[in-house]
């Protein structure tokens, strides 16, 4: 067994690539769009508090192990978790868990691409000036138009797939490497620009408290099992994107050190985004926190319409959330790519075109459920919602759970001690505990809560 492989795919220009491509991946639609609304559904700040608890404890000895067994195998997730598993000298069966990751990655990225589409529609909405003194019950139905028309949608969705061929087509230096050194700057810009708006025209008191003051009764096993989902979905962990990502990071960079930064970042974007968002719709008479999944394009487009010169930071909030949207889907095409292409020895370009036909197809589903399939459910589901749920909450929690026990208890020894060089040995202790007692236990729990307080409560 060789402990340092060489991949086909290449490798980042330097950590600190690794460190933008995994913070593009990780903030997106799952910290401007869902945090705030789910935070807000299950009451505020209890959740935020059980959310972090969940990064530290669980989400980031999780992706510690997972850009672990990425970096071993320098393929796609599947690929090298088929390689660890070789070499570790392991059952066979311990490779399906690459397998989970790929297929939740290709479904998440069918209906993620239908909400980015959104965000781009509503980049030009706002700019139109259409929403100019809107109300509720305007943005309402403006928003409900944009749902009710599945041309509208699909236009949209296919104009983002777009967006993310164009990228991954130019592989890893020139495609992903050059895409998140240039988005993520910018991002980070807007989002201070944003933040600075807040603080200055929207209620940021109101916001800070929702946010930070601690009321443990709003929140039900549900809820813990939401705040973990989000924990996975967020730093894009449980799904081969991070293992991907972690394929093509330098061999000397310290992947302790990295993925705390990265979980650092995230997690500020996610609350950053929070208090973006609640200041504005605080400051707003009349408009809830709890306003569900409607809360960034009803509840925001109220309030940035009533502010003077609201609709052009309306237009630059949507234009960030397409950004953060689109850094993190090129990270779902990614690892299907780089497994076609090492399955078929295909090109780039065709194994491209490839998924993104199927995610294509996939997301349809995805945009029927807001039309012309609003009426047909599965156990309470459409299936938009259920792919959330069934993706969110129970792959990527599943596969989180596997890798860890996997590195945890079966992985070589001599490929966790080559691979965590350099991270301290304070880091290290703290995650095998975390791996071997913690995240483990933790997930089962709030896994088998959960399910049990959805479905048979
Ligand atoms: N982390 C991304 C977000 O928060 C979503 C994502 C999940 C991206 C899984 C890649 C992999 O929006």
Redesign the pocket.
């Known amino acids: 067994m060789a402990l340092q492989q060489k991949g086909m795919h290449g490798t980042w220009a330097s950590r600190w690539t690794f460190i933008m491509a995994a913070t593009g991946?990780?903030?997106?639609?799952?910290?401007m769009w869902k945090f705030p609304y789910v935070a807000g559904i299950n009451g505020g700040g209890a959740f935020v508090l059980v959310y972090l608890g969940c990064i530290l404890l669980i989400g980031v000895p999780v992706m510690m192990s997972e850009v672990l067994i990425g970096r071993h195998g320098r393929q796609s997730p599947v690929n090298s978790m088929k390689e660890t598993v070789t070499d570790s000298n392991a059952n066979s069966k311990w490779r399906y868990v690459g397998w989970i990751g790929v297929l939740a990655?290709l479904l998440?990225l069918s209906f993620?691409a239908v909400i980015a589409g959104w965000a781009l529609d509503y980049i030009l909405l706002m700019s139109s000036g259409e929403l100019q003194g809107v109300n509720g019950s305007g943005a309402g139905a403006a928003f409900e138009n944009l749902l009710a028309s599945p041309l509208r949608l699909i236009l949209w969705q296919t104009v983002f797939l777009g967006l993310c061929v164009a990228v991954v087509i130019g592989g890893v230096k020139k495609g992903l490497g050059l895409a998140v050194e240039t988005l993520m700057p910018l991002l980070f810009v807007m989002l201070i620009i944003l933040l600075g708006f807040s603080f200055f025209k929207g209620n940021f008191q109101a916001a800070f408290d929702f946010l930070f003051s601690f009321n443990l009764d709003a929140l039900s096993w549900r809820g813990v099992l939401e705040a973990m989902g989000q924990a996975f979905?967020?730093?894009?962990i449980g799904?081969g994107?991070i293992m991907a990502y972690g394929a093509y990071m330098p061999q000397d960079a310290n992947i302790g050190k990295t993925v705390l930064i990265v979980a650092f970042f995230d997690s500020a974007v996610a609350i950053i985004s929070g208090l973006i968002i609640f200041s504005i719709v605080f400051a707003t008479p009349g408009l809830e926190p709890s306003a569900g999944p409607g809360l960034m394009f009803i509840s925001l487009p109220v309030a940035f319409g009533s502010i003077p010169g609201g609709l052009l930071i309306g237009a630059t909030f949507f234009i960030l959330v397409s950004i953060a949207?689109w850094s993190?889907a090129i990270?779902?095409l990614e690892p299907c790519v780089a497994w076609l292409m090492e399955l078929k020895n295909l090109s780039r370009a065709k194994a491209n075109l490839i998924i993104i036909f199927i995610t294509w197809i996939l997301g349809l589903g995805s945009v029927f459920s807001f039309n012309i399939w609003s009426d047909y459910s599965f156990m309470g589901f459409n299936f938009f919602d259920f792919l959330d749920f069934l993706t969110a909450n129970i792959m990527l929690p599943i596969s989180g759970l596997f890798i860890t026990l996997f590195v945890a208890y079966v992985i070589k020894s001599e490929i966790v001690s080559f691979e965590m060089q350099g991270t301290s040995g304070v880091i290290l202790n703290l995650w095998r505990i975390a791996i071997r007692f913690i995240a483990p236990f933790a997930i089962s729990l709030v896994f088998i809560m959960g399910v049990y307080d959805n479905f048979v409560s």
Do not use: E
């Open positions: 991946s990780a903030v997106g639609l799952g910290n990655g998440i993620y979905f967020t730093l894009s799904m994107a949207a993190s990270s779902l």
